[in-house]
């Protein structure tokens, strides 16, 4: 039995407060509607834009990827022995099976087929024939084998890290409201604060620098996902939270609530209508086309897109919501399987907007599929990029649990590449024109250079 959580936009609609920049795990040729799943929220005969994206090849011929942001397969797993026999299986301890497990799903699926160059097979040997103390022991035996692969996003989840995540997805955890990235120089921060927030009634702002959570200290090694799992908590429970801002460190005591948070939102000024889009899900794309149309009968002649602090989330939804401005037959986005199959997917017919000029808002932690949408309109010729260089995460994880409630993995089994067959991974895209990000989340044109 499988379930799929699509953990990205799950997050944003209930409980997140750290968007990390992962893309969710999703067939990446549309599924037929018998092979789509409930809560996918996806149907590949939907024209929500009037622009349907065409793949290259069938499901059958796909990888199961696809996690901006994250998609958990939890399904019921098998251990087959990985032993010769199913008596020197059986002779296993707990940890050593563990350790088999773990080195098994990372190595069905690991992009990297040489594993950064190293003898996987011996590797497994020595993981499994050791003989552990504790199962903490053998936790950090996996997590040590993952770290040598050279891939900062494929690694070993804790029991508790993994629960985290599994109990964000399934709104079992609530927040107080933040959005967190990182600053320029690493540290994370506040980016964001939903409206009528817990957060926001506490006092939280945009630059604030994370200094404590729930008694934890954060520091420049600190991630969004690490401050994230501190300040999230069960419904009502009351969390600590120590900011830097201008040099003072200010205290809060905020009360967790459920979060529902608004992805899309938009405003006009002369003649100039904002979308901001905070994540990409399954209805991203539906979302933002009724938002678009609104901006146009309000009489919008130029639409800029604010996807500054935007870490992705769902692959299909930026694939989706760029088809809307696109010609037919355009390439969005070139998936690349562990096999080395390429998907291309292209726009099967027009969108419902090509000429209205757009422009494009970004920043560094702009990432996975907000940049295949920022990709696919400027490498096609209809909108200007203006901020700073984005993220550059061009990869696609999934997430599986380990069985006897071990946590789980976190492993990279794609890449992807832009419509001109760009690899962003660890570069990012380039802006067109260079400007000011830091301006507030609510006032893009403060950051508009001019004549654009």
Not at 19 to 40: G, M, Q
Request: with cysteine; aromatic share 8%; proline share 6%.
């Amino acid at each position: 039995m499988k379930f799929l959580l699509t953990t990205s936009y799950l997050l944003y609609a209930s409980t997140s407060d750290a968007f990390v920049p992962l893309i969710p795990v999703k067939s990446l040729a549309n599924p037929t509607r018998s092979e789509a799943h409930p809560l996918d929220n996806h149907d590949d005969d939907r024209n929500i834009s009037g622009n349907t994206i065409k793949s290259s090849f069938p499901v059958s011929q796909t990888i199961q990827s696809a996690l901006a942001a994250m998609v958990i397969t939890m399904s019921t797993l098998v251990v087959t022995p990985l032993p010769a026999t199913a008596s020197s299986y059986d002779s296993l301890s707990p940890e050593q099976k563990f350790a088999a497990e773990a080195w098994r799903e990372v190595d069905s699926t690991f992009l990297d087929r040489t594993f950064n160059g190293q003898d996987w097979f011996k590797m497994r040997q020595e993981l499994v024939k050791k003989k552990y103390k504790s199962m903490d022991e053998a936790q950090d035996a996996v997590s040590n084998l993952m770290s040598t692969l050279g891939d900062k996003y494929t690694r070993y989840l804790t029991p508790a890290k993994y629960q985290s995540i599994f109990d964000t997805a399934t709104g079992s955890l609530a927040g107080v409201g933040v959005e967190i990235a990182t600053n320029k120089e690493g540290i994370p921060m506040v980016s964001d604060v939903e409206p009528n927030s817990p957060a926001l009634k506490a006092g939280l702002l945009p630059m604030d620098l994370f200094v404590e959570g729930d008694g934890f200290k954060f520091d420049k090694s600190s991630t969004p996902d690490d401050v994230a799992m501190k300040i999230r908590g069960p419904e009502g429970s009351k969390v600590g939270i120590t900011v830097l801002r201008n040099g003072e460190t200010k205290d809060f005591i905020v009360t967790r609530q459920p979060i529902k948070v608004t992805s899309v939102r938009s405003y006009m000024k002369n003649s100039v209508g904002v979308i901001r889009i905070k994540s990409f899900s399954g209805t991203t794309a539906a979302t933002v086309k009724e938002t678009y149309q609104d901006l146009i009968k309000k009489g919008a002649k130029k639409v800029v897109f604010d996807l500054r602090s935007n870490p992705g989330g769902l692959l299909p939804g930026g694939v989706e919501t760029a088809g809307l401005f696109l010609e037919a037959n355009k390439p969005v986005v070139f998936v690349v399987s562990n096999k080395g199959v390429i998907d291309s997917q292209e726009t099967f017919q027009a969108g419902i907007d090509t000429e209205t000029p757009l422009v494009i808002l970004v920043d560094h932690n702009t990432a996975s599929a907000a940049e295949v949408f920022t990709a696919a309109l400027k490498e096609n010729d209809r909108a200007t990029v203006v901020g700073e260089q984005t993220f550059g995460k061009g990869i696609i994880q999934t997430i599986r649990p380990l069985s006897e409630n071990n946590g789980g993995v976190a492993v990279t089994l794609a890449r992807y590449e832009t419509p001109k067959h760009n690899d962003i991974n660890k570069a990012g895209i380039p802006v067109d024109k260079e400007t000011d990000v830091e301006c507030p989340k609510d006032n893009a044109f403060a950051c508009l250079p001019p004549n654009v």
